[in-house]
T-cell receptor
């Protein structure tokens, strides 16, 4: 069965520092991969997605992610974090087979930003 | 503007009462989804519908029911059989496979 693991529950970085949020997935074929961001009490907003092609994907708000098949990873990165990036981040993998279109979500990583 | 609306934002009910959460989209998406979110649990799929008049159970459907009579609407009823209904509920829609999902702002349900 497909699954997504986000190893870090909570990360704190200083404003201006670089950021990397980890995501590992379990899936037999080429997955569809997504990163979402959620501010407290709000819905989720799509940051970026990977379906095929170039393994380095650019998203909104200056985020990027790299698909590494050999490591089953899809880590999210940002070169310089802003205070407004404080939120919870979810990695997701797209399901195949009978439930096509469904997403399997990781449990999220909460990002805090120090001034 | 196209999007997904959920109402109300906050909902309070007494134990033993059924309650219906509204979800409407004007994105012309075929598929719609309901998730439950609890702290530290991520998102768990309750029900999904890939086409009008059809829906399937997700991972945690017990104690919930849905209908999909119109493409734009996918209401979720939390029944009195749901043992722990207090949670944040998110509705989403997508165009199809492998399309990304678009989320509404959520409804926080508190049952006392």
């Amino acid at each position: 069965a497909q699954s997504v693991t986000q190893p870090d529950i909570h990360i704190t970085v200083s404003e201006g520092a670089s950021l990397e949020l980890r995501c590992n997935y379990s899936y037999g074929a080429t997955p569809y991969l997504f990163w979402y961001v959620q501010s407290p009490g709000q819905g989720l907003q799509l940051l970026l997605k990977y379906f095929s092609g170039d393994t380095l994907v650019q998203g909104i708000k200056g985020f990027e992610a790299e698909f590494k098949r050999s490591q089953s990873s899809f880590n999210l990165r940002k070169p310089s974090v802003h205070w407004s990036d404080a939120a919870e981040y979810f990695c997701a993998v797209g399901a195949h087979g009978g439930s096509q279109g469904n997403l399997i979500f990781g449990k999220g990583t909460k990002l805090s930003v120090k001034p | 503007d196209g999007g997904i609306t959920q109402s109300p934002k906050y909902l309070f009910r007494k134990e033993g009462q059924n309650v219906t959460l509204s979800c409407e989209q004007n994105l012309n998406h075929d598929a719609m989804y309901w998730y439950r979110q609890d702290p530290g649990q991520g998102l768990r799929l309750i029900y999904y519908s890939q086409i009008v008049n059809d829906f399937q159970k997700g991972d945690i459907a017990e104690g919930y029911s849905v209908s999909r009579e119109k493409k734009e609407s996918f209401p979720l009823t939390v029944t009195s059989a749901q043992k722990n209904p207090t949670a944040f509920y998110l509705c989403a829609s997508s165009m199809g496979t492998p399309g990304e999902q678009y989320f509404g702002p959520g409804t926080r349900l508190t049952v006392t």
